[in-house]
């Protein structure tokens, strides 16, 4: 082994190939792995919550339909009642109606009824005078018993 | 083995395994050595930087998740090793796990290619040809890298620990009476040197001998093929796994230099 400069020679080289790598070689690349390496991490992260907030999502979009059918439902309810209400309301009315007017009949029949027995009344007083007129000839008097047809004629 | 007839296996082994050399005794320089380590240092580099000027956060190239796993995997046996806050760590075990790891893949290119086509391009006699490729089979440069390791470690033992602590580190364990400190002062400097000796040392064993049976394998004519098929085979695990022991070595010391007793 015969040992000489060349030992210095390359002492030398390897001490500026160092400091060249650890100036310019190193720091970019490591840093440049390190970078992709949080960029990766985030994204991964990043994924991770996108799936969650989907996951979160379809479920409030579930309750939400849930919570919107049972609003409907009780919406038709509420319609079918009122419904029933002016259904049953209107049937009322007419009841009332109804009433209102077989009343009205039943009093004018009874007006009528009553004009026609004074008709009637009256009419029977004059038979009656002309049936005994007829009757007695010309024995009576109209003048002087018209105070008796009078009677006669209130009692009918 | 084609470099003539005239060489026995012997010179032609010793011939493979000489640098190309320029200089002489200490302040000799091996061109080869030094030359290929920077130039795939620089190669290193130069991919690495390409992509860290136009990292995206977005999605990445193929080049860049090609450079993303190994800083990746770095990044996570640094993280794994040391738990202090040090912004050089990782850039040191990036540089030295992906340059030692092209200097040990070297050991894959055939030992005589790189002579034969200097031999063709330049018409240099192959007898004169000196290129040894592999820059981690040269005790040079991996003590080169274990030096630096080193230098590392007494750095921040003593900005973390401070001179006191350093020195109370080295002499007060594990015996803890003050009549043998100096034989803890003598055991603590053999661990602490023997550090980034056994670093420099294993890396270097392991790859000159990967290159010493490569050069033996392709001394013994035709039938080198399948044996030099296999042997490069086994090198799929020497290579990698001598890059990432001398990275790892280096992050365990330089978590020890850190830890305060």
């Given at each position: 082994m015969d040992i000489n400069m060349t030992l210095i020679g390359q002492l030398i080289a390897f001490v500026v190939f160092v400091i060249f790598c650890m100036k310019y070689v190193w720091p970019p690349i490591i840093g440049a792995i390190e970078e992709r390496q949080a960029t990766i991490a985030d994204g991964l992260a990043a994924s991770d919550r996108a799936a969650k907030d989907l996951e979160l999502a379809q479920e409030k979009a579930t309750a939400q339909l849930k919570e919107a059918k049972a609003e409907a439902a009780s919406i038709v309810d509420a319609a079918k009642k009122h419904e029933a209400k002016i259904v049953e309301e209107a049937a009322g009315k007419a009841q009332a109606e109804k009433e209102r007017i077989l009343a009205a009949g039943h009093a004018e029949i009874e007006t009528e009824r009553n004009r026609a027995k004074e008709e009637l009344r009256a009419q029977v007083a004059v038979l009656a005078v002309a049936g005994a007129e007829k009757i007695l000839e010309r024995s009576i008097d109209a003048a002087a018993h018209s105070d008796i047809l009078d009677k006669l004629v209130a009692e009918l | 083995m084609s470099s003539g007839a005239e060489l026995t296996s012997q010179e032609y082994i010793v011939h493979h395994l000489a640098n190309?050399?320029?200089?002489?005794?200490?302040?000799?320089?091996?061109?080869?050595?030094?030359?290929?380590?920077?130039?795939?240092?620089?190669?290193?580099?130069?991919?690495?930087r390409s992509v860290a000027k136009k990292a995206t956060t977005g999605v990445p190239g193929k080049l860049q998740c090609a450079v993303e796993m190994v800083v990746g995997f770095v990044d996570d046996s640094v993280k794994s090793t040391f738990h202090g806050k040090n912004p050089l760590i990782a850039p040191l075990s990036l540089t030295i796990f992906v340059w030692v790891l092209l200097m040990n893949a070297m050991d894959w290119v055939p030992v005589d290619l790189l002579p034969h086509l200097i031999h063709w391009t330049t018409g240099m006699e192959l007898g004169d040809i000196y290129m040894k490729p592999v820059p981690t089979a040269d005790p040079n440069i991996t003590f080169g890298l274990a030096l630096g390791v080193f230098i590392l470690i007494i750095y921040y033992s003593i900005k973390v620990k401070g001179v006191g602590g350093f020195i109370k580190e080295l002499t007060t364990q594990p015996f803890g009476h003050w009549s043998l400190y100096p034989v803890n002062f003598l055991?603590?400097?053999?661990?602490?040197?023997?550090?980034?000796?056994?670093?420099?040392?294993?890396?270097?064993?392991?790859?000159?001998?990967?290159?010493?049976?490569?050069?033996?394998?392709?001394?013994?004519?035709?039938?080198?093929?399948?044996?030099?098929?296999?042997?490069?085979?086994?090198?799929?695990?020497?290579?990698?796994?001598?890059?990432?022991?001398?990275?790892?070595?280096?992050?365990?010391?330089?978590?020890?230099?850190?830890?305060?007793?």
């Open positions: - | 190309l050399k320029v200089g002489e005794g200490f302040m000799a320089v091996h061109l080869d050595s030094l030359g290929w380590s920077i130039f795939l240092g620089l190669v290193f580099l130069m991919i690495f055991l603590e400097t053999v661990t602490m040197l023997a550090r980034p000796l056994s670093l420099a040392l294993r890396l270097f064993g392991n790859l000159y001998a990967g290159e010493l049976i490569f050069l033996l394998i392709a001394t013994i004519g035709l039938f080198q093929l399948p044996i030099h098929f296999l042997w490069a085979a086994f090198h799929l695990l020497v290579i990698p796994l001598q890059a990432f022991i001398f990275m790892m070595l280096t992050i365990v010391y330089l978590s020890l230099a850190h830890e305060d007793h």
